[in-house]
């Protein structure tokens, strides 16, 4: 089992920046990708961006050039830096981590953190 807490949310006006992060506990070892997804108010649950273990990242082009995800293998938890904040980044932000057990692959997420980015 892999567990996940999530970190650093709030309430920014339009331009700032906000860093979250998601500390991963259980079988860490087992774990391969972690991403960070958001939801916003009567929408579908999103990718924002997620990364593997050996560092590939893949961003949302809603994000593309404004965040940044990180990984630290060694304490176990991935970062979202998030620069130059949108109203419509206001969503609860989510993170996930894919981890596998013998031929078996399983997604964990974490309770969610609230965004709210002010005009």
């Known amino acids: 089992q892999v567990q996940l807490v999530e970190s650093g949310g709030g309430l920014v006006q339009a331009g700032g920046s906000l860093r979250l992060s998601c500390a991963a506990s259980?079988?860490?070892?087992?774990?391969?990708?972690m991403g960070w997804y958001r939801q916003a108010p009567g929408k579908q649950r999103e990718l924002v961006a997620d990364?593997?273990?050996?560092?590939?990242?893949n961003y949302a082009d809603s994000v593309k050039g404004r965040f940044t995800i990180s990984r630290d293998n060694a304490k176990n938890t991935v970062y979202l830096q998030m620069n130059s904040l949108k109203p419509e980044d206001t969503a609860v932000y989510y993170c996930?981590?894919?981890?596998?057990?013998?031929?078996?692959?399983?997604?964990?997420w974490g309770q969610g953190t609230q965004v709210t980015v002010s005009s």
């Open positions: 990364i593997t273990r050996s560092g590939s990242t």
């Open positions: 259980g079988s860490t070892f087992s774990i391969n990708a």
């Open positions: 996930k981590a894919e981890w596998v057990r013998t031929i078996l692959r399983y997604d964990s």
